[in-house]
């Protein structure tokens, strides 16, 4: 029992008109308005020293961000690494990732690429290996080249963007594959611009 | 009322100089990792540390042998994270606290998540086995980096005895830039006991660390546009205006330019409450006023705060007519849960006067001023104490606060007395409400009492009002604050239930008080007088007045054990997830 708190109950208080959507943004009240998803690639200059990575998919992880993909390499100065991070999300989600990455000690700095920039991802296919001249054409099909051979399997290095690998996956799927594995993207700006 | 108590041992008058003028401090020679760790402390100008030994910290407990840092003895490393955050919140000063590694490591962890949640600055030392053992499960091993990557700033494992002074240096100043938080360095055996001469060099923060100060002219430019127009405005002041000592400049804007304030619950204090224009605090639990406020407002003014969901209720709902102007140090949180109109990513203070500079004329809002004070009327803060029922304990909150000076400083635990604290105390100034907001930690208020205590200048008195449930969560501080003559007084809102559980259940399932009640709780008075503070237990209205002076007169630790209705839940209450302006002011309204 809770005495003394007095006041018009909740149903007889005016509302204010208005709405916002689940991104705190104010819309109109009647309209439908759920951002829409979409990739991003995000590139990260990050110091090259143990725990960036595992602090920076720890961050990923904690903050429900949905990762496509990560890569992670060094660069000319050794003292640096730059890591590749793909990610699904709505617009608000892709600017909060982008800062919250950039709040991190570790790292020295975070771009959004262009669309038109170069992005590239190896896949290794190891498929069937009863038909060793079939799996060579439709991997110069698709620019790539045999890099193993032996009596049961053929092992094909694809190099290009995600959707070229996705679609020389389908093919090859047909000579029936063993292995597969993916790096993810790579990427850069093209030309002059730099990535960071 | 029933007076029970025991005396402590009289302590020995060793220490008394007779008169004689205090040494100059000695500064730590440096001859290894832990002295140069502990030169580092020096020069960062730490006072204060909380701590507890053990194996893999002993070196650097052993350099504070020849320090003149002031180490604090904790009785559990929980404690001494709670400590050290309230030492910040109240001084400004970073807050020290050491554990060795392992369990010392991992009883820290809720402590720092507590102050990451708060943004509170906080430096963790932790011992850690000798780098050949890293990774061998050696005995008392933990991946201490690992397990508070996520809930500190920063943290660091040091390697190299000649440069593990630099990394505690900036650490330490780390903690306290920007955003402030807790940050951790983890110092293996081997570095802390490893030869070095080198001395460390005054504290830095990282290169990579660059917070803006100021924001950006044009943006400030169109914000100002906003305020002189709007018909609505209102003030909201979070935690940040604390941490950025902006709660001067920030009164400065509101009475001048004569706008309401409402605050977060962390911001508690930054307006004074018993200003004309304060609302008091917004959110799950504050007043109908402010939370009328906040949802009517078309324009509101936000500085210094993260849009805690327990602040906006629903998203949908929170402020739903109202540009945002949002004033904040770290641009992670501008848009994070609510769309900023106007973004300022700057320091708090400096950005309401780039404000205040900004704005050429207050807005026209007679009409809404005096729509908040129909509300301050509408919703009065209120309860009912009637002589017959069991005591009220919105009525001993009311009384502690009357009977301490203005500069009173309050500690809470986590609960409906945390509530009642925040509701029903009088808050004047900043840095007076010293309480778990972000994690909701139970156990937070005796620990902090300390940690407030020893940061406090003296004369003011530091107040822990707690639960039942959260004082037994760390009640063994309490012979830290004996053995330290610690003048604190524990004023214990006792239901016999965690009752902000018990106040979900007769809310949400039925009633059905599972694991709420206390079949048995200890006699506090007494459990007290064990550990050698002064106890009282008070169960009438006519026995407040009297213990609460005799508990604030006792030098040293006292705690009062007030039997409160144990049925009494908080309101008004807006049900997590909805609309702010539909609190609820009693049960049957949920
Ligand atoms: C460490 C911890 N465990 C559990 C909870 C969940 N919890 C929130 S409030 C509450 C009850 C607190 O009881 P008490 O301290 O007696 O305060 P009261 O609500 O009765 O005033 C509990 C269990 C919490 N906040 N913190």
């Known amino acids: 029992m809770s005495g003394g708190l007095e006041g018009p109950e909740p149903e007889e208080r005016p509302t204010p008109e208005g709405r916002r959507n689940s991104q705190g943004i104010r819309i109109d009240p009647e309209v439908e308005a759920e951002p829409d998803a979409r990739r991003a690639v995000l590139s990260a200059l990050v110091k090259h020293e143990p725990g960036v990575l595992a602090n920076i998919s720890g961050l990923f992880r904690r903050r429900q961000f949905n990762i496509e993909s990560l890569t992670v390499g060094p660069t000319t100065d050794p003292d640096r690494a730059r890591i590749t991070l793909e990610i699904e999300e709505p617009e608000p989600g892709i600017e909060q990732a982008k800062k919250q990455l950039q709040k991190l000690v570790p790292v020295i700095a975070v771009t959004e690429l262009e669309a038109s920039a170069i992005r590239r991802e190896l896949a290794l296919i190891k498929v069937d290996g009863s038909a060793p001249d079939q799996v060579g054409a439709v991997a110069e099909m698709y620019d790539g080249k045999t890099v193993d051979v032996s009596q049961e399997s053929v092992t094909v290095e694809i190099t290009g963007s995600e959707q070229k690998i996705d679609a020389a996956v389908e093919t090859f799927g047909r000579f029936g594959i063993h292995e597969i594995v993916r790096t993810g993207t790579a990427a850069l700006e093209r030309g002059t611009h730099k990535t960071t | ?590």
């Open chain 2, 1 to 590: 009322m029933s007076e029970r108590t025991t005396q402590p041992p009289e302590t020995e008058e060793a220490t008394d100089t007779g008169g004689e003028t205090e040494p100059e401090p000695t500064p730590t020679t440096v001859t290894d990792g832990a002295t140069s760790t502990v030169r580092a402390l020096e020069n960062a100008g730490i006072e204060v540390m909380f701590g507890v030994q053990g194996g893999a910290i002993m070196p650097v407990y052993d350099a504070l042998w020849d320090s003149d840092l002031r180490h604090v003895m904790m009785a559990h490393e929980q404690g001494a994270a709670h400590a050290a955050d309230a030492y910040n919140v109240v001084s400004g000063q970073p807050g020290v606290c050491l554990a060795t590694s392992g369990p010392g490591a991992t009883n820290l962890v809720t402590g720092l998540a507590d102050a990451n949640m708060d943004s509170d600055a906080v430096v963790a030392l932790t011992g850690q086995v000798p780098q050949h053992m890293v990774g061998s499960d050696a005995f008392q091993e933990t991946d201490t980096t690992g397990i508070t990557a996520p809930i500190t700033k920063n943290n660091y494992f040091a390697s190299d005895p000649d440069t593990v002074g630099d990394t505690v240096g900036e650490a330490v100043a780390l903690a306290s830039s920007g955003r402030p938080g807790p940050t951790l360095v983890d110092l293996p055996k081997d570095v802390t006991n490893g030869e070095t001469d080198r001395e460390p060099g005054m504290p830095q923060t990282p290169e990579t660390y660059t917070p803006q100060d100021e924001a950006d002219e044009a943006a400030v430019a169109e914000a100002a546009r906003a305020i002189e127009s709007a018909e609505k405005p209102l003030l909201l002041f979070g935690g940040g205006v604390v941490k950025a000592n902006a709660s001067d400049v920030a009164r400065e804007f509101a009475i001048e330019y004569d706008i309401p304030v409402v605050t977060t619950m962390p911001g508690i204090g930054t307006m004074p409450e018993d200003h004309d224009l304060c609302l008091s605090w917004a959110g799950m639990h504050g007043t109908g006023y402010a939370n009328m406020a906040i949802n009517h407002t078309d324009l509101l003014i936000a500085v210094g705060t993260r849009f805690d969901d327990r602040l906006t209720g629903g998203i949908e709902t929170f402020a739903p007519s109202a540009e945002v102007i949002h004033v904040d140090i770290d641009p992670a949180e501008i848009s994070k849960n609510i769309h900023a109109d106007y973004p300022l990513i700057g320091d708090a203070g400096r950005v309401v006067e780039q404000l205040h500079d900004a704005v050429s004329e207050a807005p026209d809002a007679d009409e809404w001023r005096e729509q908040c004070q129909t509300w301050k009327a509408e919703y009065p803060m209120d309860y009912a104490a009637p002589d017959d029922e069991p005591l009220k304990p919105q009525f001993v909150v009311e009384a502690l606060d009357e009977a301490t000076s203005d500069e009173a400083i309050v500690t809470s635990g986590v609960g409906q007395h945390q509530m009642w604290a925040s509701q029903y105390w009088t808050f004047r100034d900043p840095r007076k409400w010293i309480s778990s907001h972000g994690l909701g930690t139970m156990g937070y208020g005796l620990p902090a009492a300390i940690g407030a205590r020893l940061a406090a200048d003296g004369d003011e008195e530091v107040v822990c009002i707690d639960g039942d449930g959260s004082f037994l969560m760390t009640v063994e501080e309490l012979s830290v604050a004996v053995r330290e003559n610690l003048d604190i007084t524990v004023a214990i809102l006792n239901n016999e239930y965690i009752g902000m559980v018990r106040q979900w259940q007769d809310a949400f399932f039925e009633g059905r008080h599972m694991a709420a009640g206390y079949s048995w709780i200890p006699e506090f008075d007494k459990l007290a007088e064990a550990f050698g503070a002064r106890g009282w237990r008070v169960d009438d209205y006519d026995e407040v007045a009297d213990a609460i002076e005799e508990a604030l007169a006792y030098d040293g630790p006292s705690v009062i054990d007030f039997h409160i209705d144990p049925a009494e839940n908080v309101y008004p209450m807006v049900p997590s997830g909805g609309a702010n302006d539909k609190f609820a002011l009693s049960e049957d309204q949920l």
